[in-house]
């Protein structure tokens, strides 16, 4: 079963602009992970925040979350055509669904040259 | 760092036969293997948690007589597709988490087998 949604569904973007990416979920959570996928392709880990935490940076990405709200956002800053990929948020709960990851329905992301 | 690996990477079969896809941890350990599968344009969806030396746990409305699954050993996981019909073709990936980071929540994926029934 899917945790979330994910909106928008697909963004195209400029290079160098920024893109945000967010999603909602479901259950309380351990922690929220967001993911890459290249067409076709597995899956590249990008970040993990703790149910604890409410914001994360890793190079050009930050990721918020607000567990009132059930709610995360991934943030890519100046963006290039190769960060063209699906990115997928997915939540890891507490006991009975801890042990399982959970994916959002994705935002296809374009970046154009 | 952690890699998992898939064999075969892509398959082609025919309606009716059983395809076997293999699942390994390479530099780590695995007591937990996870399997997906990915329809075009969607997410992933959970299939099945695979437990070393124990029954596989299914996700509701995922037929484990279809979807075998064998965790033999702690790098080993395998998924095999029984009677394979044109609706199972769909992209496979596993993951597995690392028995010595359990605390880190570290869950690493494989590459994905992309599986076509004709």
């Known amino acids: 079963s899917q945790q979330g949604e994910e909106d928008p569904q697909a963004l195209s973007i400029q290079e160098g602009e920024n893109a945000t990416m967010n999603c909602s979920y479901k259950?309380?959570?351990?922690?929220l992970q967001w993911y890459r996928q290249n067409s076709g392709r597995g899956l590249v880990h990008l970040i993990l925040i703790r149910s604890n935490e409410r914001e994360k940076h890793s190079g050009r990405l930050r990721v918020t979350l607000d567990t009132s709200k059930k709610s995360s956002s991934l943030l890519i800053t100046a963006s290039r055509a190769a960060d063209t990929a699906s990115y997928f948020c997915?939540?890891?709960?507490?006991?009975?669904?801890?042990?399982?990851?959970?994916f959002g329905a994705g935002t296809r992301l374009a970046v154009h040259p | 760092g952690a890699v998992v690996s898939q064999h075969p990477s892509w398959v082609i079969c025919k309606s009716g036969t059983s395809v076997k896809i293999e699942c390994r941890s390479l530099?780590?350990?695995?007591?937990?293997m996870f399997w997906y599968r990915q329809f075009p344009k969607q997410s992933l969806m959970l299939m099945a948690t695979?437990?070393?030396?124990?029954?596989?746990?299914?996700e509701q409305g995922v037929e484990k007589d279809k979807f075998l699954i064998n965790h033999a050993s702690l790098t080993l996981s395998t998924l095999t597709v029984t009677s394979a019909h044109p609706e199972d073709s769909s992209f496979y990936i596993c993951?597995?988490?690392?028995?010595?980071?359990?605390?880190?929540?570290?869950?690493?994926f494989g590459p994905g087998t992309r599986l076509t029934v004709l």
């Open positions: 530099d780590f350990q695995a007591t937990t």
């Open positions: 997915a939540t890891r709960g507490f006991s009975g669904g801890y042990n399982k990851l959970i």
């Open positions: 993951s597995a988490r690392d028995m010595e980071r359990e605390y880190y929540n570290e869950q690493f």
């Open positions: 695979s437990n070393e030396g124990s029954k596989a746990t299914y």
């Open positions: 259950t309380s959570i351990n922690n």
